[in-house]
């Protein structure tokens, strides 16, 4: 049983199709008056009906006051560090601190390599991916950023600017040797779907995380947990992932917090998803908020 005691936060993942851009900003504009705490978007940038991500958040953040962003996640071997940091860093300044900076070593080699990207895998993606958060967290709190290794070559340049409120770097990751790297060097993991990494699989990559973190000498607390949840919120048949009524959804996403270590949900809705956003922020979220504070409070 794990519960590592971080308030509880919740977002939406918005779909960056560009044929449904209306319908994404009337959710972004929902979920910021729904109370949510995040917008996510996914970065598949060599999907030719997806708009670039950055370009959607920087568009999103001009009609959205108070809620922040979440990259989930940006693509590191298209998106090289010392630009990444530069990106994040200038959205930090202009949103006002409403970004956080998730990113990953990338899913799709086929993909990455057909952009021009880099063709890591394995033991080299791992070294690339620590390697470059090393990069962006030097160049996110300004100064010089220098680094020469088998993977990067950033000669040296001072970095800046330096938003007023730090930006968290939080990393995607699914492996043994990625999953360490969350623990040594992130100040988050954002684990897949819930369909890809399901709940029993999750102790097992909590612990990776957690030791990890130990033998860097940091606390495992200090680590944010993200669940990206995909599901329907209704009585419905046949749907994928979490599915089931506001009741089921809230004790469930109480016990994935305190049994499980998670803080922080990004819904994924199945069907209609303006409808279940309604749903989720007016009904669940405020229930497992309640749970959750009532299952910490008998501890």
């Keep these: ?83 990444l940091a530069n990106a994040a860093a200038s959205l930090g300044v202009l949103a006002e601190g409403r970004i956080i900076l998730g990113v990953g070593g990338g899913a799709f080699a086929d993909a990455i390599a057909g952009m021009g990207g880099g063709r890591r895998t394995g033991r080299e993606m ?41 930006i968290p770097l939080w990393l995607g990751s699914q492996g043994p040797r990625m999953l360490a790297v969350t623990g040594r060097s992130s100040d988050g993991w954002i684990s897949p779907l819930n369909i890809y990494v399901p709940p029993d ?45 506001v009741r089921l959804w809230t004790e469930t996403l109480a016990r994935w917090a305190t049994e499980l270590g998670f803080d922080t949900f990004v819904f994924w809705p199945m069907t209609a998803p303006l409808s279940q956003l309604e749903v989720f922020a007016a009904e669940v979220v405020p229930a497992v908020r309640e749970r959750v504070g009532q299952i910490r409070g008998r501890r």
């Design 1 to 83: 049983m794990t519960d590592y005691g971080h308030p509880m936060s919740f977002g939406l993942s918005l779909d960056p199709d560009a044929d449904a851009l209306t319908r994404t900003r009337q959710l972004a504009r929902a979920a910021a008056d729904g109370g949510l705490d995040f917008l996510a978007v996914q970065d598949h940038a060599y999907q030719p009906g997806h708009l670039d991500a950055w370009t959607l958040i920087t568009h999103l953040a001009t009609q959205t006051e108070r809620i922040s962003f979440l990259t989930d996640v940006a693509d590191l071997q298209l998106r090289p560090p010392a630009m």
């Design 126 to 166: 791992v070294a690339y991916t620590e390697q470059a958060l090393h990069i962006m967290r030097a160049a996110l709190t300004g100064g010089a950023v220098r680094l020469r290794s088998d993977q990067h070559t950033i000669e040296g340049y001072t970095a800046g600017p330096v938003p007023a409120s730090p």
């Design 201 to 245: 699989e999750v102790p097992a990559k909590q612990k990776i995380i957690d030791d990890a973190a130990r033998s860097a000498g940091r606390d495992p607390a200090a680590v944010r947990r993200v669940y990206n949840v995909i599901g329907v919120i209704g009585d419905v048949r046949g749907g994928r992932g979490l599915v089931g009524d």
